[in-house]
């Protein structure tokens, strides 16, 4: 779990990362929520909509960076392989932005090669700093709740 102590109008306030979870079904709104809660100055989500750390741990039980990245994988490793070669494209074209957005070339290296477990997961939520921080991802509905609950130590306590 990770706290920081923060000081406002001279109250000091302890902030648990990731302050929210948004779960629902597919196809309810999750992508209309995250571009309007990204844009609140007091909220920080994360440079992508689903982390879906959760239901990978669930649906991909030990994956490993190579299976990650895998030529062979499904519909999840694309995704993968597509973020890659999105932001790839995106630091070619802007090879200042590797240095002057440190913070987000460190997200975006973090998330694609990181270790999956709960560390990993609450490190995302680093950039945040005094600002609450969530995440939606309506692939968390589709856990099984006995499968899914030993996934979540991060936030038991």
């Known amino acids: ?43 920080y989500l994360p440079p992508i909509n689903e982390i879906r750390s959760f239901y990978n741990r669930y649906a991909y039980p030990g994956e490993g960076l190579r299976d990650r990245f895998s ?31 440190w913070q987000r070339t460190k997200w975006d290296l973090r998330f694609l090669f990181g270790s999956r477990n709960d560390g990993w997961y609450l490190s995302l939520f680093d950039p945040a700093g005094e600002r609450l921080a969530g995440e939606v991802s309506p692939q968390y509905f589709s856990c099984r709740r006995r499968r899914s609950r030993g996934s979540i130590g991060c936030f038991q306590k």
């Open 1 to 43: 779990m990770r706290m920081i102590k923060v000081k406002a109008a001279g109250i000091r306030h302890t902030l648990i990362r990731p302050g929210f979870i948004c779960v629902g079904p597919e196809k309810t709104g999750s992508s209309w929520l995250y571009r309007n809660l990204k844009w609140h100055p007091e909220i």
């Open 71 to 101: 030529a062979r994988g499904d519909w999840h490793v694309r995704q993968y392989r597509g973020f890659l070669r999105k932001r790839f494209r995106y630091y070619l074209r802007h090879p200042h932005e590797l240095l002057f957005h």
